[in-house]
């Protein structure tokens, strides 16, 4: 799914911000954007408002940081989800995967049964 986003002027300096349906964050650094599932990787929760200075976001709920042009986790538990930005005549585009089907309570609960009994 393609994303409008606005123009690159558009876009706050150091800071992440939701898109589209919330599921995707977008992080300017000078001219360039960046875009990310909106997912820490610690806790599942939500990094828009989460902070970037010197080439790194930090997740605003527990400090988690990553380098904004790879998604890598500092300290080495992986990577964000990077998602392709396109930038034409100054307007910000992000190809985003289409939203998963909303699941029913019984693939819920199977799903996690399933990650608890591996220890995810």
């Known amino acids: ?10 876009l706050p300096v150091g800071r992440c ?3 589209g349906d919330g599921s995707v964050v977008v992080a300017r650094v000078g001219e360039v954007v960046v875009a990310f599932q909106n997912r820490c990787l610690h806790q599942d929760s939500r990094l828009e408002g989460g902070l ?5 976001l930090t997740c605003p709920l527990h400090f988690w940081r990553y380098e904004v042009e790879t998604g890598r986790h500092i300290g080495g538990r ?9 930038v034409v005549d100054g307007e910000v585009y992000v190809e985003a995967p289409d939203p998963a089907p909303p699941m029913g309570m019984r693939e819920m609960m199977l799903r ?8 995810d």
Do not use: F
């Open 1 to 10: 799914m393609r994303i409008s986003v606005g123009t690159v002027d558009q």
């Open 17 to 19: 911000v939701a898109v």
């Open 52 to 56: 970037i200075e010197n080439g790194r």
């Open 78 to 86: 992986g990577n964000l989800d990077m998602y392709p930005v396109e």
């Open 112 to 119: 996690h049964a399933k990650e608890w009994e591996r220890g």
